[in-house]
């Protein structure tokens, strides 16, 4: 199996869903082809989240939002953030929601709490992609553990 395609979903795919593939790039670079969009992107990855991870040495300052479209059609697994809209349908293997507060207009302490939270799941999914061996094992075999 070649790596998992995996897609981070948000409204305005300027803050959450743009530290998740920051974070996915980083930890999951032999495993995963990471693409983050939202349904109504911003103009800019926002600054607060910029910094919250140089802070911890990831550099997201290149990554921009994205519109769904420009993402591939059917990812093997999507994430959605919990923007507290419904999120469209998008075909894949596998989808799972983390539910994070939007930390855009909270303090920096809130934009670490929320970057903190998502290196542990992120963290977390890598390690049970870790013994899965193709994209149709991975409703079963993430859903198990």
Known sequence: ???????????????????AEGFARFYGRSLLEVYSAGT???ERV??????????????????????????????????????????PYIPSFYREDWSLEDPVGGSTEKFREVRDLIEQEIIELISKLKNVKNANELNDTLKKI
């Open 1 to 19: 199996m070649g790596r998992f395609i995996i897609s981070f979903i948000c409204t305005g795919n300027s803050c959450r869903s743009q530290m």
């Open 40 to 42: 109504h992107p911003a």
């Open 46 to 87: 926002n600054p607060g989240a910029i910094a919250a991870m140089k802070e911890i040495g990831i550099d997201i300052s290149r990554q921009h939002p994205k519109l769904l479209e420009e993402i591939p059609a059917k990812p093997d697994i999507v994430v959605t953030m919990g923007c507290g809209v419904a999120c």
